[in-house]
């Protein structure tokens, strides 16, 4: 039953690892023929440079604290807007589908759109801000530090809280109604419910919607490459803003493979870090 | 048969370019005297409004020499640049004909076709030497130029015709208030313009990116500095470098900048033009056409000026800025049909398909092209038309400076700009700033090989 | 809990949570309602310095352009073929990909077998390895099987980057149903199989809705792959299709916006289709209850 996922998996993830791996310990330069041989003198020169460079090191900080604050932030409104979903009575279909419109456009579009909402001169965030009267200058927002780490984190948890929300309503919808009965009988209020009954069990979901989130927020970066693209001054510089420019605008892929690299063993132990706390709430049931 | 086709369109060539002399004034078309029956030519190029308008005139190619020409690709500059890229390295190039750039050919060296088999000197008399100088590479020529480009001083032309502005400007300064000609008046004119409130910024410029860097560039040489030396160590460290990050650094911090700069590219940064916010900039002719159109810059539509690039600062070796670059179309060495291939370069830059694309606005690179386009100005109602004009083909002939020709020059830039936005933002002091660039630039060099 | 005889209390609380949910949906649906103005508006209101907030009128002139009905601008989007394209390669991936990624959720969720552990957070780590650094060697790998340009082969990526999503979000809903009714069905004299079609699976309704969901937005607003994978108007989807919409110095807003408006349609239609497999999960938990 799980061989074709593996199968599947091995060709189209498997070979692009292996081949990254070989090249992460060579100077491939995409416009250079036969760069990609391996020589000894450079074999660690790239996780040599990797681990001095200073904007590797904060680009990597940046992309914690994006993940962080992003996936943090998304879960508790996804939490919040889970219950209420679940709580309405009427127009629950056209509610699911209007929660998933942030899904539909794709991420560079939104990316696009967003950079021009948080536009200066004729961008929309200011100008409602400059008409109600909440601030008298224009905010540099893609500029500015940490603003444009906010912009991109609020553009990124608009388009992706969607998808937490599902994941944690489609939980809630799956809980067996009989504990809320019971706990009716019992006199329990909405919050002793929520608090005793819904959050344990939905634990599982929210681990799986965590990782999944981790995990592609650490790897998606259209929007912030369409918004800020890392700039100004590496402000907002995330791990795959660098190596995208290094990797396939400087042609430097051997670098660019290393420094992926990097990442997806940290992604690894972020991944096994929540496996081991799914682990913990199965067997607490 | 296929001779009897051959003779009839030598033939009819003939007869229409005889008739073309005659008349003496209809452009030529080029590249058509070559029977290419069942050889489909296949083309990965710039895509975008503008741009594509010239792939009309293909039909009449596909008519006269029986080839079919497919467009594979129709890409933004950069876009095109990355997938040339990612084909080059990966052996997929499925082309015949693909998009160049004087800024991107040097990278892309080992994988093109040398030209010089498939022009005669005749063929490429009509094109600017400078442009073809800047596209041969180790006696090589690698591209066939289409359109060109140079940045122009573009001002907003309401300052500088209002009496009262001349006359407070004079109460100030003391000087007379004309359109600059130098960096420093430049920036005297920007600071006078926003400190009272005749513009909200005095100067425009994209803030990120190879527009940040080559803005830098043009102001650098300008005053006498370069980037590199001749063994292509970096010098952009020195003293004439941390005076024009300062400038930057400066305008920015007294709000002649826009405060998202850095934030940036080309059409933000042209937007504010267009919306009459920022009274001075550099900026690419190729914008002409949009800047006059009235329905989407009401304000600046028939009330900007042009002007030839301002002289920098006071230093040795200064001169007028004039960061250039053309488009250009080359043949990969990978290409399938290469003669046929030449036969559609010939005939995209013959000198009646660039005289048709040059009515969009872009700055042709053929001298017969000119020659037809200030005869036509000569007789236009629009004065700033001839003005631009005469202005572009001075420029085109004496401030053309491209980019060093290196495969390193995106690399170089993608180190450069962050850097140089730390010191405009305040982040790092100029001098410091500078020489980590430099550094790491070294680096880059030294990897390519080039302090060998 | 919304049956029963309601107290004026409760029906207050009803009210409100109703009105709440709408601002917070019409507040999340802000940005996406001013993509779809813009679509609609006339070019100079476009960025305009200051703002126009509501369109004064309202022109289809980027849609007719798109389908080159526009007698003075060529028709630069094969908005057909996209459709197609997309469509085929998303509706293929969603399938295939559900339909393996469930039954390898349930074989995590329901057996013990070995490796259990080593192979679930293989496949986990297989998402974490990003797009930049797969594009180029899946390109390499493709070029020499012929899949590039090739919706098959579009699809097949999708479907491998769907999965591991797909088999944690299965393995968690088979693990919420209570194992009892599936064991109850053995005693009947069910199969596993049986088991697990007629039992498991429709009580597991809103996990499959949810990643097929999932799946069909992920394969349909891809870009970074595709974009590399696709090379011609033959196999090319939405995502790479908007980028001719960026120009060398500017973008066509409208024409973007517009060509976002019509990717939007058949994404609400399918969402509209499925979420409401999430309600008959509902119920389908209440007749178990």
Known sequence: MILPSF???????????????????????????????????????????????????????????????????????????????????????IMRTMLMIP????????????????????????????????TQTKIAWLVDEPLGMIAIMIATIWMNLPVTTIILLAGTLSLPSEMYEAAEVDGAGAWQKFRHITFPMLAPFTYIALTIRS???????????????GGPAHRTELIWTYVTRLAIED??????????????????????????????VRIVQ | MRKLFVLFTIALALIISGAALAQDSEPQYAGLDMDLSGITIRMATIGGGQYEAMYGSIPVFEEATGARVEIVALLDGFAIDQKLKLDFATGAVDYDVAWDHTSFVAQYVPFLEPLNPYFTEEELAQFSPAILDAATINGNLLLIPRHADVSALHYRADLYNNPDIAEA??????????????????DRQARFFVQNGYSTYGYGMAGKEEALTGRFYEFLFASGGALFNENFEPTFNDAIGVQVATLLREWYRDGILPPDTTSLLWDGDAQNFCNGDVALKLEWYGWYSYFQDAASCPRIAGNFGLARGPIGFDNPGATHTGWAGAHAFSIPAAAQNKQAAAQLIKFLTSERVAYEEAQLGFLPVRDDVWARLIEDASRSDVELNRIRLETARIQINEDFRTPPLIAEWIPFSNIFFPQLQAIILGDVEPQAGLDAAAEATRQLMADAGYYN | MISGA????????????????????IALALPALWIVLTAFRPASEINASPPIWIPREITFDAFATMFGLNPNVRQRVAVERYLINSLTIALISTTISVAIGTLAGYAFARFKFRYHTTAFLLLMFSR????????????????????????????FVYVAINIPFTVWLMDGFFRQIPYDLTEAAYIDGCSH?????????????PGLTTAAIFAFLASWNEFQIASVLTRSVDARTFPPGLFVFTEQFTVDWRGMCAMSVIMMVPAIVFVILTQRNLVRGLTFGAVKG
């Open chain 2, 169 to 186: 400007y004079r109460a100030a300064t003391g000087m007379e208030l004309t359109v600059p000609t130098t960096l420093e008046e430049i």
């Open chain 1, 251 to 280: 042609s430097r892929f051997g670098m660019g493979a290393a420094m992926s690299l990097i990442t997806v063993v940290i992604s690894l132990f972020f991944t096994v870090y929540f496996f081991r706390q799914l682990v913990k």
């Open chain 1, 7 to 93: 199968v599947l998996i091995l060709i189209v993830t498997g070979f692009p690892l292996l081949y990254s791996i070989y090249v992460s310990f060579t100077d491939y330069n995409l416009l250079r023929p036969g760069s990609d041989v391996f020589r000894a003198d450079i074999m660690f020169r790239n996780y040599e440079r990797l681990i001095n460079d200073p904007i590797f090191r904060r680009s990597l900080g940046n992309t914690i604290l994006f993940l962080f604050v992003t996936v943090n932030l998304e879960y508790v409104l996804a939490l919040g807007l889970s219950q209420l979903l679940a709580r309405v009575t009427k127009g629950q279909g």
């Open chain 1, 103 to 134: 899904m539909m456009f794709a991420p560079i579009l939104v990316g696009f759109q967003f950079r021009w909402f948080f536009n200066a001169e004729v961008g929309l965030v200011n100008n409602a801000l400059l008409s109600l009267g909440v």
């Open chain 3, 128 to 155: 974490s390895i990003p797009g930049v650094a797969l594009s180029l060697p899946l390109f390499l790998l493709f070029v020499r099987l012929g899949l590039v340009n090739n919706l098959l082969g579009v699809s």
């Open chain 3, 193 to 205: 199989w049986q088991a697990f079609w007629r039992i498991d699976l429709p009580l597991a309704l």
């Open chain 1, 215 to 229: 995990l592609d927020v650490a790897r998606a970066f259209d929007i912030v490459r369409m918004m800020t693209d």
């Open chain 3, 6 to 25: 309601v107290a004026p209390r409760k029906r207050l609380n009803i009210v409100l949570t109703n009105t709440l949910a709408w601002i917070v949906l």
